[in-house]
């Protein structure tokens, strides 16, 4: 049998030692644990923060960088691009090309004010992760039905438009839309849809500014149809194939929709879709 005193004393001992190494140890999480799970939280807010930005924008994300004084965006760095086409101020991104173009805008209304004439300038600028557009009204650029440009078009391509191409190193798409009103029989000999006059249109804008000396392999030209209305772009994460007609003549609904989808679109392409060196060499 064990001894009593021995029994005790294992105890007393067992005891101070569980003690001693309870006090030992510090309560709480280890002082590690939230180093790491500060780090595991930033980890998941970058991810998070690339998710969004993979559609962003690059316009916008020039301007949150400007903001911050950071050289972010669409910049293409590219030696006497410029000088190859004119000498005009250099538009290196596609902030400077959206301040450019906002000018001209203004220029607009300022000469339409001072004629007394209270309304909006035949024109607008948007941007997408696409790029920086110049929205044309139809009306004010063709004859109803028809893909010869008007006067006026001609000429603010020629004063406005074409100096901002030149002044920059993107690619530049011209593209055609139409309203969803099916063409008239008599035109439908030349055009038989909406998609043959969008596309003849857009060719047509394309062959003036290579008469204006803009380089053919900086140019697109191409033609949507009524299947680009104003306002569907933003379904674009949707899957094309759920785009239906009906989706479509929900943006055709009245006259001021149809107006407004009647556009030619001068869009400088953002850099990840073109290199400078493929037009520049």
Not at 115 to 141: C, L, M
């Amino acid at each position: 049998m064990p001894d009593p005193q021995y029994k005790i004393g294992y105890q007393k001992g067992y005891d101070q030692g569980f003690e001693e190494g309870e006090n030992s140890v510090e309560r709480g999480l280890p002082g590690w644990f939230g180093t790491f799970a500060d780090m595991m939280t930033l980890l998941f807010a970058f991810f998070v923060l690339l998710a969004a930005i993979s559609t962003i924008d690059p316009v916008k994300l020039q301007e949150m960088a400007d903001s911050t004084g950071k050289s972010l965006g669409s910049k293409i760095k590219k030696d006497n691009a410029v000088q190859m086409e004119g000498e005009y101020e250099k538009l290196n991104n596609l902030l400077d090309v959206k301040k450019a173009l906002k000018k001209v805008v203004e220029r607009m209304e300022n000469k339409l004010q001072a004629k007394g004439q209270a309304i909006k300038p035949p024109i607008d600028i948007t941007t997408s992760p696409k790029g920086v557009t110049v929205n044309i009204k139809g009306d004010y650029a063709f004859e109803s039905g028809k893909a010869v440009m008007r006067p006026e078009l001609k000429n603010l391509l020629i004063d406005e438009i074409i100096p901002t191409i030149k002044a920059s190193p993107f690619m530049i798409e011209i593209a055609g839309h139409t309203d969803s009103d099916p063409l008239p029989s008599n035109l439908r000999k030349i055009y038989p849809s909406n998609w043959e006059l969008s596309a003849a249109r857009g060719a047509s804008v394309v062959r003036e500014l290579i008469n204006q000396d803009i380089k053919a392999k900086r140019l697109i030209a191409a033609g949507y149809g009524d299947w680009s209305p104003r306002g569907l772009d933003s379904l674009r994460f949707a899957d094309p194939n759920t785009i239906t007609r009906k989706t479509v003549l929900k943006y055709n609904t009245n006259i001021q929709q149809k107006e407004r989808n009647r556009r030619i679109q001068v869009t400088f392409l953002r850099p990840s879709h073109h290199s400078a060196k493929t037009y520049t060499n």
